[in-house]
């Protein structure tokens, strides 16, 4: 990659950001399209985040990702929202459109790609169990809500952060049966999908929610991927059921993002190839 005076910039803020693989994919994407374009990490904190964001104006970044913990916090700091960024609360990309900074949120998309990509899942019509209430759970929902879905659980061990979230999407999604409990329901059998978007199973150790009472036809998703499976999705290998990590939601969402700065279309599925051929495991 050639470094000259005219070269865009692009780039990820978080913290940490060390950790980040959108550098990875992203770079070899743009090399494939043929742009004079590089994509950084920049390790910002908590503290320093609109000091940061006003110094990424500042130097005229075309765009940059969004990782934890700032998805919330980066929102009064922008401009304008996409309408999915808005209902949502959350941002994990944002374009400078000429000196406008535009945050959207590609998270609900990649999921949504990935379901249907790596397990072979439609949510809509299906009664569906989420486990989380965070950042990530949102995206989800709100995704899952919007793909269709009749029924959505979220499991939560803090009530009042799934409460607000279902009467959100409760308002915004009326036609969808949203429910809150603190804990798995004691049957699993009706549900068509059991997705985790919590960082449970990260360590290999934790197991984020047992799968042994979903049914023969259910699909089991960990937003959690690494070198090895996590517990959740080895327990769903053992029952025979359709799994799949999030790495296809990582490469997907990066697609997305991709395309909003650059009105370019990635090569198809090169994104997910370098994370499987380079990096599996690292967490976004």
């Known amino acids: 990659?050639?470094?000259?005076?005219?070269?865009?910039?692009?780039?990820?803020?978080?913290?940490?950001?060390?950790?980040?693989?959108s550098p990875q994919m992203q770079n070899r994407a743009l090399v494939e399209a043929g742009l004079e374009w590089v994509y950084l990490?920049?390790?910002?904190?908590?503290?320093?985040?609109?000091?940061?964001?006003?110094?990424?104006?500042?130097l005229e970044i075309h765009g940059f990702n969004v990782t934890v913990p700032h998805k919330v916090a980066i929102v009064p700091l922008l401009d304008r929202l996409s309408p999915e960024?808005?209902?949502?609360?959350?941002?994990?990309?944002?374009?400078?459109?000429?000196?406008?900074?535009?945050?959207?949120?590609?998270?609900?998309?990649?999921?949504?790609?990935?379901?249907?990509?790596?397990?072979?899942?439609?949510?809509h019509g299906g009664e569906l169990v989420v486990v989380g209430a965070g950042g990530a759970a949102r995206a989800a929902v709100h995704a899952l809500c919007g793909a269709g879905a009749a029924r959505v659980v979220?499991?939560?061990?803090?009530?009042?952060?799934?409460?607000?979230?279902?009467?959100?999407?409760?308002?915004?999604?009326?036609?969808?049966?949203?429910?809150v409990r603190p804990t798995l329901p004691s049957s699993l059998a009706r549900y068509d999908l059991l997705l985790n978007t919590?960082?449970?199973?990260?360590?290999?150790?934790s197991l984020a929610a047992d799968p042994a009472t979903l049914g023969s036809s259910a699909v089991v998703y960990d937003m959690v991927y690494s070198p090895s499976e996590?517990?959740?999705?080895?327990?769903a290998r053992l029952m025979g059921?359709?799994?799949?990590?999030?790495?296809?939601?990582?490469?997907?969402?990066?697609e997305r993002a991709f395309t909003l700065w650059?009105?370019?279309?990635?090569?198809?599925?090169?994104?997910?190839?370098?994370l499987q051929d380079t990096v599996l495991g690292s967490r976004f």
Request: no cysteine; proline share 6%; glycine share 14%.
């Open 85 to 123: 960024a808005a209902e949502i609360g959350a941002v994990n990309t944002v374009l400078n459109d000429n000196g406008t900074l535009v945050g959207h949120n590609t998270d609900g998309f990649g999921l949504i790609a990935s379901l249907e990509q790596d397990a072979g899942f439609d949510p």
């Open 198 to 205: 919590t960082s449970v199973g990260m360590d290999g150790s």
């Open 241 to 254: 059921l359709r799994r799949a990590n999030g790495l296809g939601m990582l490469a997907a969402q990066g």
């Open 41 to 58: 990490p920049f390790h910002v904190l908590p503290e320093r985040l609109e000091a940061a964001v006003a110094g990424l104006r500042a």
């Open 154 to 179: 979220i499991v939560n061990r803090t009530v009042g952060r799934a409460s607000d979230l279902a009467e959100q999407y409760g308002a915004r999604f009326p036609e969808v049966r949203i429910e």
């Open 1 to 21: 990659m050639i470094i000259t005076g005219t070269t865009r910039l692009l780039g990820i803020i978080g913290d940490p950001v060390g950790h980040s693989r």
């Open 230 to 235: 996590s517990p959740l999705l080895a327990a």
């Open 262 to 274: 650059t009105g370019l279309t990635p090569p198809q599925g090169l994104m997910k190839a370098v």
